[in-house]
């Protein structure tokens, strides 16, 4: 029953990497970032099945920061929502696995994202409706701290607190990067932990490249009750290949051909 | 050469001559090419983050300070995300400011349906005051921001990031009206944007089979100029429009217009029909929503 988080984490970054380096280029450092806490909810937490993927009553994962699709779809091949050769497919014509997250293609994937700021207040509604059905659903939902400086979140937050949506846990992958440089350069956020506190919500902070962590963490959440959940993810941009990881916000979109590839997979394996 | 160096080139020298020139941008300076007026100009260059309503209020009240505010941003995130503040903060207020707009329709290619705006046209037509321009190649840019940075009503511009192929020659000067960019008088082709190459292309494919089209460069979506489009349509009664957007509140339902009022005669639209966007490259795209100038060589002999 309880996965290896660790092993997981390290499938699902190889599958990531071959997934965006078989159209030669794309948004890698942000998808790398969220492998961890991705691999905690679908290896652990969620309440999901993989052969019924619209099961009633079952936990939704919104990505408001939709451009970390690949990652999102190599957890979802690697848990088996679909066949791990349909990643090679990604931003081709036609395709079902677009560079943004969209859930009228991919099956698994519970909300349409890309415009950075939306998907936040979709998963406060889906929160909303989970109250209505009493179906205990848990609803969550990622967003990226460059993200965080769309009004809409902040919208967002007031009014989830206001509805005092416990079974609501938000994550903001902190990894300091945007897509022109540092968020602390372009446009600071201050604060983030007091920041969420103050707009209402039971705040946590930790090592979001560990999943153990990520984890332990989403388990005392959900049984904290009367506020909605901020777990701060403190991470690193392109986490888990040190290429990536040096690359900063160049990071952001870039080129993985056959020979970074081969070299990537093989640092995570030698790991 | 590439839309965004030639922005950035541009931008750099009417900062340099002009100090009431600002640039804005929302985390994307890097893509759009705008990131290197940054150190040159420190004061006079703003990143607002992902942050794009409020970019657009801060524009509009560095305008009403006698500053002239450039703001850059993908296409979707230039109009509809903002739409209520350039309606109300920079329109409805009379403080006009330069919007622009990059990778405009099929043009965002791999970013996909949320980034691929068709819409943003109609969006910006029906802002009252509002001129749209439609870049064609980076030379006719090089030659219209410098003019257009000047305009007394805001302005919308759309123009690819990376390169397109030339339609312009050396020497080009840019006139806020259409361009004749070929003679004919068997059918008038009016396009904007990318489609200008794609109609001029399909002009060629005709020419092999003896038909001898018009193709207008309209430039402005608006205001349109109507003289050089009613002129060419009463000598050739046919009527092909092509733009990279939805046909629904974009050029061809212009022109529709203004041939109802002043001439009317059948016309075929080439452009998205109430489809949205996807992933895909330019060519892919081109043909997914049928584009090609095969399909423009096609509506041309149904008329
Ligand atoms: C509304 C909106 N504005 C701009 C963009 C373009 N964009 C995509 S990702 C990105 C940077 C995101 O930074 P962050 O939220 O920190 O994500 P991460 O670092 O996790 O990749 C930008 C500006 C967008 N997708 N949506
Ligand atoms: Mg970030």
Known sequence: ?271 | MEFRKILCSVLDKLMEQDERICVLDADLSKPNGTAKLYEKYPKRTFNAGIAEANMIGVAAGLKAYGMIPVVVTFTPFATRRVYDQIAVSVAYAKLPIIIIGTDPGITAELNGGTHMSFEDVALMRAIPTMKIYDAVDPRQLESALPKLIYSEQPVYIRMPRKERPDVFDEGYIFEEKADIVKEGTDASIIATGTMVYEAMEAAKQLELENINVEVISVNMIKPLDEKTILDSVKKTNKVVVCENNNLIGGLYEAICRLLIENHPVKVEGIGVKDQFGQVGKYSDLLKAYNMTPKDIVEAIKKQ
């Open chain 1, 1 to 271: 029953m309880s996965e290896n988080l660790k092993c997981a984490a390290k499938e699902i970054r190889k599958l990531t990497i071959n997934c965006i380096s078989s159209i030669g280029a794309g948004h890698i450092g942000g998808s790398m970032s969220i492998v961890d806490v991705l691999t905690a909810l679908y290896c652990s937490e969620m309440n999901i099945d993989p052969q019924d993927p619209k099961k009633e009553g079952r936990d939704r994962l919104v990505v408001s920061k939709g451009h970390a699709g690949p990652a999102v779809y190599a957890t979802l091949a690697y848990k088996g929502y679909f066949d791990k050769d349909e990643l090679m497919t990604l931003n081709r014509y036609g395709t079902n696995l677009p560079s943004h997250c969209d859930m009228n293609k991919t099956i698994g994937v519970d909300m349409t994202t890309g415009s950075l700021g939306q998907g936040i207040s979709c998963a406060v509604g889906m929160a909303l409706a989970s109250k209505i059905k009493q179906d205990n659903a848990t609803i969550y939902c990622i967003i990226g701290d460059g993200e965080s400086q769309e009004g809409q979140v902040w919208e967002a937050a007031m009014f989830a607190s206001h509805k005092k949506l416990d079974n609501l846990i938000l994550f903001l992958d902190k990894n300091n990067l945007q897509l022109d440089g540092y968020t602390k350069d372009v446009a600071d956020c201050g604060n983030d932990a007091l920041k969420w506190i103050a707009n209402g919500f039971e705040v946590y902070s930790i090592n979001g490249n560990d999943p153990y962590l990520c984890k332990e963490t989403i388990k005392k959440a959900k049984v904290s009750n009367g506020k909605p959940h901020m777990i701060i993810l403190n991470t690193v941009k392109g986490s888990g290949v040190k290429y990536f990881e040096d690359a900063k916000e160049n990071s952001h979109s870039m080129p993985i051909n056959e020979e970074i590839r081969v070299k990537s997979i093989a640092e995570l394996d030698g790991e």
